[in-house]
């Protein structure tokens, strides 16, 4: 083709600068375009035709055919945007794929597919191009660059128009995709008869704040509380009517006790299969809290564990899963998907925040299979942004419903800045949150709750830690004791004797036990870090005049060895504050400065170390204390706790979590504790005593544990020698 020679020339349409011809697929239609890239585009000024196709986004060059590949016009008539840059479309030459288009401007409208998990709708943009089938869609669209489609949520095949809700314009939706859509703005969250009763349970305290008359009508209507199990706190049981209702968003604060209340409502609701997905380091300590609260028997659990066969899935009872196992391994969804739980509860939910992301994604196909409205838990449902519970409302059938859809929500509640991240609308807050109240979620605060608690809560949380580190610290103890029975034969000519072998036990056992324990606390840093980090952010602070943070809920940090302690203290990210270190090596001076600040909500976190900060200080600002570590003295213990547990205390009740790494020496610290203390009550009956956070008959004591490091010595010793002899 030829094309003028003089540039610098005005050129106006119906100028001709190019030509196309149609390639792709009805599904992903496309335009070659050969174009002189330094001819002016005819109707827009100062603009070449090469400047022209790379504004579109959707162009790439084809070196072969040297020509421009365009997958998208950002118009819904591409046959107007072609003439106006003087470029003829040869529609004769097209594929026989489009023979039974009869104009351009019919590929321009893209099309849809409801997706297999029913919840999602996949929309090609055809020749509308990436930024106007974007506009089309919505604020709910998420592209795919990988497949290259948008993945939208049911809920916004349909928006408002005015009050109306109507199909959205410019897409070919599919019939199931719109009846999928009025069926997710038709889904009732709360029965009407019972909204004004579950409103109240939104933010109740205890069922007697219900007549009999209401509480025969909710529990006739949702199901009885259970009589047995460990039993629950008061304003728990209201908050498990209140989820078992529909009010799925369980989102008390911290040390308030959502996993109790979520597996109340799990048993209120009859629950006969129950999946619940946590943090990866969560798994067994859901686990007890199912042995708990009697949801099921112990031998109808089971737990997916990465690293770990698969187990079959029971024809009744409840699935433990790690999120991040959940979003890697399509097969297990799958898998679970098809056992079709009734209840599903979803731990620490603030963790699929991210829209679209693959964790949020896999819980919500997994939800979308689940009888009952999941149950989202977290004390942080927002960080930042109101963004962030998009996936926690859709996930618990709230989202469309309640907000008319993602897309409205967005459109409400966010401001969306020049590189597409979300910002608050700060003037919906206030009508955000009256229709979190109103409508969505259970929530109470710590304080509200506290003339139900007692003055000291004792609990266990048991983590399923990495354990490499501390299998290799393992080896090194077992390689000391190989050492020292190489070096006895040496010296003596023949092996020690069972009391020679026990002397030096007896002597060693402290450095020995002491490598481990370093090596527990060092495999539990990750977790703590983030405990850390969502306490100070879930509890919150104030600004005071000075601009200064004051914190609700400062937390304090119990640790044993120092290595410990540094390695936390780096852990703990510095955008939540000031993190202080009370130990051997802290001056008068700074201690004084750090307590002081401490107990006036400046300081969010203090560490302190159980031997150096556990006697002669007052910390009765805080009413939270995590023991990353331990101690098997109960006197060292109640002396830490103590610091918080005093005249002057501001809290009617102090929460303690002792932090244990499963397959460890942490389960055998707990039960040292408990056995000593058995002793005490019974030698002094001095109750309060009663540190131990787990108990067992199986307990095995610091001596136990060295013998069979020995005796694991031994062995190897053994199987080497006759090794050596074949």
């Not at 770990?308 to 009872?317: D, H, V």
């Not at 080896?475 to 026990?502: A, C, H, M």
Request: net charge negative; glycine share 8%; hydrophobic share 40%.
């Amino acid at each position: 083709m030829s094309f003028p020679a003089v540039l610098g020339q005005p050129i106006t349409a119906p100028t001709r600068t190019g030509f196309a011809k149609l390639v792709g697929t009805i599904r992903e239609p496309a335009l070659e375009v050969h174009i002189h890239s330094k001819l002016p585009h005819p109707t827009i000024p100062r603009t070449s035709m090469l400047e022209w196709v790379k504004s579109l986004g959707n162009a790439r060059w084809d070196p072969h055919e040297r020509a421009w590949t365009i997958s998208g016009l950002n118009s819904h008539e591409p046959s107007m945007v072609l003439a106006q840059a003087g470029i003829d479309l040869d529609w004769d030459d097209r594929p026989e794929e489009f023979a039974d288009v009869r104009s351009v401007d019919e590929l321009a409208w893209p099309i849809a597919k409801l997706s297999d998990n029913g919840r999602t709708v996949l929309v090609r943009a055809r020749l509308a191009g990436y930024d106007h089938a974007k506009e089309l869609l919505g604020l709910g669209a998420i592209w795919d660059k990988d497949r290259r489609f948008f993945r939208t949520p049911v809920s916004d095949v349909l928006v408002l128009d005015g009050a109306q809700l109507i199909v959205r314009p410019g897409v070919h939706w599919p019939q199931s995709a719109i009846d999928a859509a009025w069926a997710a703005h038709a889904h009732v969250t709360v029965d009407p008869d019972l909204a004004p009763l579950t409103k109240r349970l939104g933010s109740a305290l205890s069922v007697d704040q219900f007549t009999d008359d209401e509480l025969h009508i909710l529990q006739s209507r949702l199901g009885r509380l259970p009589a047995d199990g460990r039993e629950p706190f008061p304003y728990q049981k209201v908050g498990a009517l209140a989820v078992a209702a529909g009010r799925a968003c369980l989102f008390d604060e911290p040390g308030v006790g959502k996993s109790a209340g979520a597996l109340l409502a799990a048993r209120v609701l009859g629950a006969q299969r129950t999946v619940i997905v946590v943090p990866p380091l969560l798994t067994t300590n859901w686990r007890r809290e199912i042995a708990h609260a009697a949801l099921c028997p112990d031998d109808h659990v089971v737990t997916f564990k990465p690293g770990r066969k698969e187990p079959e899935l029971p024809p009744s009872g409840a699935v433990i899963i790690a999120d991040s196992l959940l979003a890697s391994r399509p097969a297990v969804l799958q898998r679970l998907i098809a056992w079709q739980a009734d209840v599903m509860i979803f731990d620490e939910a603030h963790r699929a925040k991210t829209i679209g992301s693959a964790r949020g994604d896999a819980v919500l196909d997994l939800g979308a299979s689940v009888k009952y409205a999941p149950f989202a838990l977290t004390g942080t449902p927002i960080f930042a942004s109101p963004h962030e519970l998009v996936t926690l409302l859709e996930l618990t059938r709230m989202m469309a419903p309640v907000f008319g859809g993602r897309h409205q929500f967005l459109a409400d509640f966010c401001v969306q800045d020049q590189f597409g991240g979300w910002k608050p609308r700060k003037s919906a807050l206030d009508r955000l949150h009256a229709t979190l109240v109103d409508q969505v979620w259970v929530r109470r605060r710590k304080r509200d709750v506290l003339p139900q608690l007692p003055k000291k809560m004792r609990a266990a949380m048991m983590l399923e830690v990495p354990l490499k580190d501390y299998r290799e610290t393992h080896k090194e103890v077992i390689s000391k004791v190989l050492g020292y029975l190489t070096w006895f034969e040496d010296q003596n000519g023949r092996e020690p004797t069972s009391g020679e072998l026990n002397e030096w036990v007896r002597f060693s056992s402290f450095t020995l036990i002491s490598q481990l324990r370093q090596a527990a606390g060092l495999a539990k840093i990750p977790l703590a870090a983030e405990l850390i980090e969502n306490h100070v952010r879930e509890t919150g602070w104030e600004t005071d005049e000075n601009g200064r943070r004051v914190f609700n809920r400062p937390l304090l940090v119990w640790v044993h060895h120092k290595s410990v302690a540094d390695a936390l203290y780096q852990a703990v990210p510095t955008s939540i504050g000031e993190t202080g270190v009370i130990a051997g090596f802290t001056s008068d001076r700074e201690r004084d400065r750090l307590v002081d600040e401490f107990e006036a909500g400046l300081i969010p976190v203090m560490l302190c170390s159980i031997t150096k900060a556990g006697v002669g200080l007052t910390l009765v600002r805080s009413s939270d204390a995590i023991f990353a570590e331990t101690d098997w003295t109960p006197a060292l213990i109640k002396q830490a706790e103590d610091r918080q547990h005093r005249p002057g205390a501001t809290g009617e009740s102090v929460q303690y979590t002792t932090l244990i790494a499963v397959g460890t020496l942490d389960e055998t610290i707990q039960n040292v504790l408990g056995r000593k203390v058995e002793v005490l009550e019974k030698g002094i009956g001095d109750t309060d005593d009663s540190v131990a956070v787990l108990a067992g008959d199986d307990a095995r004591g610091l001596q136990d544990i060295v013998d069979a490091v020995v005796q694991e010595a031994l062995t190897i010793r053994s199987r080497e020698r006759r090794s050596a002899r074949s």
